[in-house]
């Protein structure tokens, strides 16, 4: 249970996101578990953004998004919670979107949609705010597109899976 709630972004040392179950502290370090009760999100990939958006104060209010990598929408149903005006849900999927924001009038779905082609005209414009949630890829292929996407003072949050960023002999028989 606490693997997995460091993995949800809700346990915090010395005020900072705890990034991994086998951080050590000392007995002087002070531990807190938030407790969000307040929602259930459509996936917990939300939990994710929720805390990385917290960890690096990055606003959202009014800011037109793209979500690469969109899945069900954790990250997408995080931006609108936090008020963006507009969210590109991308995903090389189909159908996984959720419903609920699949029907939302401020999200357009791009579906089996590869993260490396998105350039700003198939986005309807430039963003403010890039958030990725990618697997089986590297972020190396990814960000060029990402980056190309994102209007000049744009904030870009990937997240990082160390298991697609290194070669194939590098990850071990655990990922």
Do not use: M
Not at 64 to 84: I, K, M, P, Q, W
Not at 110 to 128: S, Y
Request: proline share 5%; hydrophobic share 45%; charged share 20%.
């Amino acid at each position: 249970q606490a693997a997995e709630l460091i993995g949800a972004g809700k346990v915090r040392i010395d005020g900072l996101p705890a990034v991994k179950p086998a951080t050590a502290v000392s007995d002087t370090t002070a531990l807190t578990v938030v407790t969000d009760s307040e929602r259930a999100w459509v996936s917990r990939g939300a939990h994710k953004l929720v805390g990385a958006l917290e960890a690096f104060a990055i606003a959202v209010a009014g800011r037109r998004c793209l979500d690469a990598g969109a899945s069900t929408g954790g990250f997408t149903e995080v931006l609108l919670d936090r008020g963006a005006a507009h969210v590109v849900a991308a995903d090389v999927g189909y159908g996984q979107l959720a419903w609920s924001l699949r029907n939302d009038p401020r999200v357009v779905v791009l579906e089996r949609t590869n993260a490396r082609g998105l350039t700003p005209e198939a986005i309807g414009g430039r963003v403010d705010l890039v958030v990725a949630d990618l697997s089986f890829i590297s972020l190396a292929t990814v960000l060029p597109a990402l980056v190309g996407c994102a209007s000049r003072d744009a904030d870009i949050v990937p997240l990082v899976k160390p298991q697609f960023e290194v070669g194939k002999g590098q990850v071990g028989p655990g990922g």
